[in-house]
């Protein structure tokens, strides 16, 4: 049984990894900004003295990849000091860090998926602000473990959207979809990076750890995969490029990831992503979502 804080538990990811930790052995502190705002060090520090977690998973960040571009101060304020802040205080009481980071973190020129060892090249302010918190986690607690992951889909969070949702929304409105067909990587359900994260955590190693779905396809192939599981296969679908798609951010062409590591250690891939992205709309239906 561990003792675990985690940080940002009313996000997408937040919610679904302390709704599973939570039917386990451990004892769950979950942690939002309002009782655990990581960009003030000194609270940071106090919480963490007082609660003495085992482990931290720290999955609260600035995740506003468009917005970052022009809110870099806030951005880096969150996502490089605020985990500074998590470090230190980790490494002070003695506590195991898990950083949950980004295929960002990558330019996506790889033409094959990125492995463990790949060095960072990020490529927007987010995956700059993440790649400087993987590197306050690595350089200031021995203990750590960084997780990287890609496309998150949930159904919980604050405002409750996602790719999917707004694939279902924009159809609903009845409009004509544009979607990017250059850029590919691993759809990844919270419900199932909750489930391979646990045994992550059970492992001694340390390091990087890449966890996703697996399959591989491009945001035009899955908002059309999310129309036809969702009856919607008359909406017209058209492919675009990024380039006219224009969005602040620059993002990775492929942002596949791969874990030999992971495969090494004998722990078996979560399913494919069309699985998970059923079991996603199972699991939306019993939760009373509406379009
Ligand atoms: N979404 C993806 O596709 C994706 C892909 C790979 C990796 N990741 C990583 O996975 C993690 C979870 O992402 P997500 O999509 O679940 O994000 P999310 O829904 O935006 O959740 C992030 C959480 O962090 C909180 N937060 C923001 N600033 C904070 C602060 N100063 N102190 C404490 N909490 C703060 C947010 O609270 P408020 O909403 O109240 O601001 C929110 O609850 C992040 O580390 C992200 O970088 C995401």
């Not at 295929?103 to 033409?111: A, E, L, P, T």
């Not at 159904?155 to 959207?161: N, P, S």
């Given at each position: 049984m561990k003792k675990i804080l985690v940080t940002g538990a009313d996000g997408m990811l937040g919610t679904d990894l302390v709704r599973h930790l939570r039917k386990g052995p451990h004892i769950v502190l979950a942690t939002t900004i309002r009782s655990l705002?990581?960009?003030d060090r000194d609270q940071v520090r106090r919480v963490l003295l007082s609660r003495r977690p085992g482990v931290v998973i720290h999955t609260a960040a600035y995740t506003a990849v468009d917005r970052a571009e022009t809110e870099r101060e806030l951005c880096m304020a969150v996502n490089h000091e605020g985990t500074k802040n998590i470090a230190l205080s980790c490494r002070e009481i003695g506590a195991e860090l898990i950083y949950i980071s980004t295929?960002?973190?990558?330019?996506?020129?790889?033409?094959t998926p990125y492995v463990e060892t790949d060095t960072p090249r990020p490529i927007n302010v987010y995956g700059e602000s993440k790649w400087l918190g993987e590197e306050a986690v690595r350089t200031l607690v021995e203990r750590h473990k960084i997780c990287r992951s890609s496309w998150l889909i949930g159904?919980?969070?604050?405002?409750?959207?996602n790719f999917v949702e707004k694939i279902l929304h924009a159809a609903s409105a009845g409009n004509v979809l544009r979607v990017v067909d250059d850029q590919i990587g691993r759809p990844t359900f919270t419900f199932d990076f909750a489930l391979l994260l646990e045994r992550v955590m059970g492992l001694h190693e340390r390091g990087i750890f890449h966890l996703t779905n697996t399959g591989e396809c491009s945001w035009y192939d899955l908002a059309r995969c999310v129309l036809e599981m969702s009856g919607r296969s008359d909406v017209e679908i058209v492919p675009v490029s990024s380039a006219e798609y224009p969005a602040a951010a620059r993002r990775p062409a492929n942002s596949l990831l791969n874990s030999p590591r992971l495969e090494s250690l004998g722990i078996s891939p979560l399913r494919h992503w069309r699985e998970a992205l059923r079991d996603y709309f199972i699991r939306r239906k019993k939760s009373g979502k509406k379009d």
């Open positions: 705002d990581i960009t295929d960002y973190v990558f330019d996506g020129k790889k033409r159904l919980h969070g604050v405002g409750g959207m």
